[in-house]
Structures are given as structure tokens and as C-alpha cells.
């Protein structure tokens, strides 16, 4: 299934999707998106590094398996398995995975940069 296919599409099931490879132990996979709502799955590796970035757009991240360090501007913390961070707009953020996990983050708006 190509990124228009899930553009306003309701209803889709896990195993239609693919896994997009990052490299350096991440890969992501695009769910259902509108132009003001994206949901990312992200998988991690022991290790692996979400380095620190920034953007326009409003993210929550929930940890769905896991362990990590999360730095959100001059905070750090480390989040389990059904904890949440919030990263405002423009504010640098970053995850290193203590544990090999899965994040859930939704956008507003949608991340056209990941399509």
C-alpha cells in the first residue's frame, strides 16, 4: 500500500502496511493520516538512537513496549511501557532506546516529510 492509499483511509489493518527501514536500528511505519493527523509506529533496537531534532508540528509519543530516554528541550527523563511525552512545536527532542521498544507518536498536522 503506497501513502495515498492511507491518506483519509478509516479502516486498515497492520499487516497491510509495511515497515520503512531508517537504519542504525529504527524502522517506522506510516499509518492513517489526514492533512491534520498522522499516527507513526517506530520501532527501536536496543541502543538505537532518535537523535535530537526538531520540527513544526505538535507530537505525542506514546511508549507502547519499552524503555527509553527522552529529552524534550533542558529535560530528561526515562519513560516505560504506557508512558506518554509531549513535544511542542520547534522544541528539540530525542529518544535513546534502553530497551528495545516501540513508540506510537501521532502529529498535527500530518508529516508530509515522512511520505
Known sequence: MN?????NKT?????DLDWQELGAGIKRKVMPFDDHLMLVKVEFEKDA???????PHLQLSYVAKGSFEVT???EKKILNEGDVFFAPSNVFH????????LLIDIFNPHREDFL
Not at 3 to 7: I, N, Q, R, T
Not at 94 to 101: D, I, M, S
Open 11 to 15: 479502516l486498515i489493518s497492520d499487516n
Open 3 to 7: 501513502f495515498k492509499d492511507l491518506a
Open 94 to 101: 530525542g529518544v535513546v532506546c534502553l530497551e528495545a521498544g
Open 49 to 55: 538512537i532518535g537523535s535530537l531534532h526538531n520540527h
Open 72 to 74: 524534550i528541550g533542558d
